[in-house]
């Protein structure tokens, strides 16, 4: 009879939960990336002053620091398809993906900053939009970073001519 | 009135006296031993995926960054996965009609997430920030092992309270400040300013990790 008191105990013990549970079903719902759900007409969102302001150009004046910048989130994103260089040749390609045009050539090395920019943000034939990894002030790192790899390739090209 | 206990009654009840304590304490060390072993926290084992994503391929051979994908974990507490849209970038045209990329088309058109099943999730009470670790040069690998070569993702580490505080005790030593995965982490900091040091007590304090 004495015992019943401390085997209740035990099951009571025994019913409890493990911190180390398996908990496969609240994966990743919460890191679900969305930044494009629509926002009901006539509001603006947070931020959206804030988000203009970066897409403005900064000016043409590139600095060490944006540039690194670029380098960094052009290998990261871009790298993939249009190649290291920017020559089109990205191993995505190489595994069946259709060719982005070069970096190189003439149209191209006359757009803009802006073009760019707009590219990421809101794609163009082929290549989606990047606008929700690639935030508005890195658009235009990015862009300069487009930009000095031109002109390194048409130096390089001028001098072996 | 016969014996109740024969001679040998003795014997036996001798041996099952000693032997009782034996395995008890046996019972106790396996289960210590069982509790702090890989396999109790799931090393190694893969979970059951909607698409047969591969990290091998895609981070391995085709040589991917971790950030295209898992965009959060610079900055943010959460690494992120990647939404069907990410994905889409590449998959609309290659393997565009695949029958293994369905749940992706399905997620796309009813703008549903992708419910990926996680190997790595902490309990609700533990709390982790990825931009924090990354930040100072902690590499994916430390915690995470090689994931760009494994064909199914796989819990590398035991990801325990004492794994945890076994950095959190001296990261210093730990951590690899020269050769940070990240080149912006180090140039952030003013340059001439050594490294701040790690505030141990504030890293071994319960509410850093449960708040």
């Not at chain 2, 991917?64 to 900055?75: F, K, V």
């Not at chain 2, 210093?172 to 141990?200: C, F, M, W």
Request: aromatic residues 6%; hydrophobic residues 40%; charged residues 20%.
């Amino acid at each position: 009879m004495r015992l019943i008191a401390p085997m209740l105990a035990l099951a009571a013990l025994a019913a409890c939960d493990s911190g180390t549970e398996s908990r496969e079903e609240a994966a990743s719902t919460r890191a679900v990336q969305r930044e494009h759900t629509a926002i009901p007409y006539g509001t603006a969102s947070r931020g959206t002053a804030a988000r203009a302001a970066a897409l403005a150009s900064p000016g043409s004046s590139a600095t060490p620091e944006l540039l690194d910048r670029g380098r960094e989130r052009f290998l990261i994103f871009c790298s993939p398809c249009h190649g290291a260089s920017g020559r089109g040749d990205g191993l995505v390609v190489s595994r069946g993906f259709p060719a982005p045009p070069s970096y190189h050539q003439e149209r191209l090395r006359g757009a803009p900053f802006e073009h760019i920019v707009s590219v990421i943000t809101n794609g163009t034939g082929l290549m989606h939009s990047y606008a929700d990894r690639v935030p508005p002030e890195d658009r235009w790192a990015v862009a300069h970073y487009v930009r000095s790899l031109q002109r390194t390739e048409a130096q390089t090209a001028g001098a072996s001519e | 009135m016969a014996q109740l206990f024969s001679r040998r009654a003795t014997t036996i009840f001798r041996v099952v006296l000693t032997l009782t304590p034996l395995a008890a304490a046996a019972g106790g060390g396996l289960t210590y031993a069982w509790l702090r072993s890989d396999a109790a926290w799931g090393v190694g084992k893969p979970a059951p995926q909607p698409i047969p994503f591969r990290h091998d391929l895609h981070a391995g051979v085709l040589k991917i960054d971790c950030r295209y994908c898992h965009t959060g974990a610079e900055r943010a507490a959460d690494a992120g996965m990647p939404s069907a849209q990410t994905c889409m970038t590449c998959h609309s045209q290659i393997w565009a009609g695949a029958s293994v990329l369905e749940p992706l088309r399905t997620a796309l058109a009813l703008d549903t997430p992708l419910r990926w099943r996680s190997v790595s999730r902490l309990p609700d009470f533990a709390y982790f920030h990825h931009g924090a670790h990354v930040s100072k040069g902690v590499t994916c690998a430390t915690c995470h092992g090689r994931v760009e070569e494994m064909p199914k993702t796989v819990k590398a580490r035991t990801l325990s309270m004492g794994w945890c505080l076994e950095c959190h005790r001296d990261p210093g030593s730990r951590l690899p400040l020269h050769t940070a995965v990240l080149a912006t982490a180090e140039k952030k900091q003013p340059s001439g300013q050594a490294p701040r040091a790690h505030d141990t007590s504030l890293l071994m304090s319960c509410s850093t990790c449960h708040r």
